[in-house]
């Protein structure tokens, strides 16, 4: 497996790959990988004879308050990742080099990005897409693939996709969980082993919710009590959200019916925030 840095180093590599007749799989990082991630690169894998991971943590998706500093890098793990994954190259650009001096220029989705994360992350999608746009440029894959765990970022790369003509395939993988049924998230190991415990919470609220569902309702108030009763007897988790959404455009709707519908919530459990959805 090969590690380039630099954009003309990665171009030569998909180049040859290309001539070789192989289909180009891309699976886009911020590093610090676990199993969730190494699933979308084996997801890749099966889609694509050459596969690119990028490891860039983006500085223009963290908002002022946020962990970019203290994000976790561990580039040495990641390289053994991939390898085991069957990555064939990590791009992993320096800030200064993929972000041009003085640039100038954002990808931003209205709407698909405004609720749920959007607001309360501000700029945060803007950041996001910009920087996958610049990477899909950068690598000029086949197919990208997308964990299920970051639903609303998904729509969002979807709607740019379409928007842009992008010509690339979005694949989206199931959201890969802890033995608890926690969702994996680098910011996992932020948590300690009893908050870990006290995260059980979120995809147990789920579970309510699609059981609620699954008995026949379609009033969105009544789905999101049901999980908000689990979530509520957690008092360590502080809850940001917790919205019925439509699957595409991530607007909270008032009843089920006839709609493909996801639980989407936020919480906050000490400093880590986390995120989870199901389909319903
Ligand atoms: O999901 C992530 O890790 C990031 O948002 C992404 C897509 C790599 C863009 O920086």
Redesign the pocket.
């Known amino acids: 497996m090969e590690v380039v840095h630099t954009i003309p180093e990665l171009r030569a590599a998909v180049d040859r790959a290309r001539q070789a007749g192989k289909a180009i799989g891309f699976v886009?990082?911020?590093g610090c990988l676990h199993e969730g991630h190494l699933s979308l690169i084996r997801r890749a894998r099966e889609e694509a004879a050459f596969v690119v991971v990028?490891i860039?943590v983006?500085p223009t998706?963290f908002g002022p308050n946020e962990d970019f500093s203290k994000y976790p890098r561990t580039f040495a793990e990641d390289r053994v990742g991939c390898v085991a994954a069957g990555a064939d190259l990590i791009f992993a650009p320096t800030t200064a080099d993929f972000y041009p001096v003085g640039a100038s220029t954002w990808v931003d989705v209205e709407g698909v990005s405004a609720r749920l994360c959007g607001e309360f992350r501000p700029g945060h999608f803007r950041g996001?897409t910009t920087?996958?746009a610049m990477l899909f440029n950068a690598v000029q894959a086949d197919v990208a693939v997308?964990?299920r765990k970051?639903l609303q970022?998904l729509a969002v790369i979807r709607r740019m996709v379409r928007d842009l003509h992008m010509p690339v395939r979005i694949i989206a993988h199931e959201t890969v969980r802890e033995p608890n049924g926690v969702a994996m998230s680098s910011r996992n190991r932020y948590l300690s082993a009893e908050q870990l415990m006290q995260a059980t919470a979120i995809p147990a609220a789920m579970a309510a919710a699609k059981a609620t569902a699954q008995a026949g309702i379609t009033d969105a108030a009544r789905l999101r009590d049901a999980a908000q009763a689990v979530l509520s007897a957690q008092p360590a988790l502080k809850l940001q959200y917790c919205e019925i959404v439509d699957l595409e455009t991530m607007v909270p709707v008032a009843s089920t019916s006839g709609l493909r519908c996801a639980i989407a919530i936020a919480c906050h459990l000490g400093a880590t925030r986390l995120i989870d959805n199901a389909d319903l």
């Open positions: 886009p990082t911020m990028s860039f983006n998706q996001v920087v996958v997308f964990g970051d970022q």
